[in-house]
């Protein structure tokens, strides 16, 4: 093995050991954003609706929402592992259960380690003047969306995005489009080359 693959599994091992408490909601979850189940679809497109519905009829600054959301983070932190073992203390943990909680501690894993390398990239090595222009006109289109559309829609709807992205891909519904797209195309071309003909 090489010093990075060493140093990768010793991050899933320290993540693992520190998401132990809530592995049970962390499996849950995971289920949930996957559509286990078919309605898991609705509940996730639902839960975030009500809770961006709620965020938008209260209309909180912004210091007060990151405060109380902070504020969550501590308490959940805090009260979450001593209710865990009362609810799912008898639930006996088998091997598909670690399987799954291996696997998304390995997706956060794999998903840290490209953030880094994207920080990196981008804010640590030397950039050519193209690169430069293509960012910055990238980053002023996102600035005047931000400045048009509503910023609370906007991450709403990034939000729904990323909540929906795991079960998306894991039906294979990317795939599914991508194939009648292409079938699409191709039945134009027969008929223009019929056409041509």
Not at 2 to 16: C, E, G, P
């Amino acid at each position: 093995m090489t010093t990075s693959q060493v140093d990768q599994k010793r991050a899933l091992n320290k993540l693992k050991h520190d998401l132990e408490p809530f592995r049970t909601a962390i499996v849950g979850a995971y289920g949930v954003l996957t559509w286990e189940k078919q309605y898991y679809a609705g509940v996730v497109f639902g839960g975030i609706s009500v809770l961006y519905l709620v965020l938008w009829y209260l209309d909180l600054s912004l210091i007060t929402l990151l405060s109380l959301l902070a504020l969550l983070r501590i308490v959940l932190d805090y009260v979450f592992p001593a209710v865990s073992r009362l609810l799912f203390g008898g639930i006996n943990w088998d091997g598909d259960q670690e399987a799954k909680f291996e696997d998304v501690c390995g997706q956060v894993c794999s998903l840290k380690a490209n953030i880094v390398m994207w920080y990196e990239y981008l804010f640590k090595e030397r950039k050519s003047t193209v690169f430069v222009i293509i960012i910055s006109f990238g980053l002023l289109a996102l600035a005047w969306i931000g400045a048009i559309i509503n910023n609370l829609l906007l991450m709403y709807l990034a939000t729904l995005l990323i909540a929906m992205w795991p079960g998306l891909q894991d039906k294979d519904v990317f795939k599914a489009i991508t194939q009648k797209v292409s079938k699409i195309i191709n039945e134009k071309i027969q008929c223009g080359k019929r056409k041509i003909q």
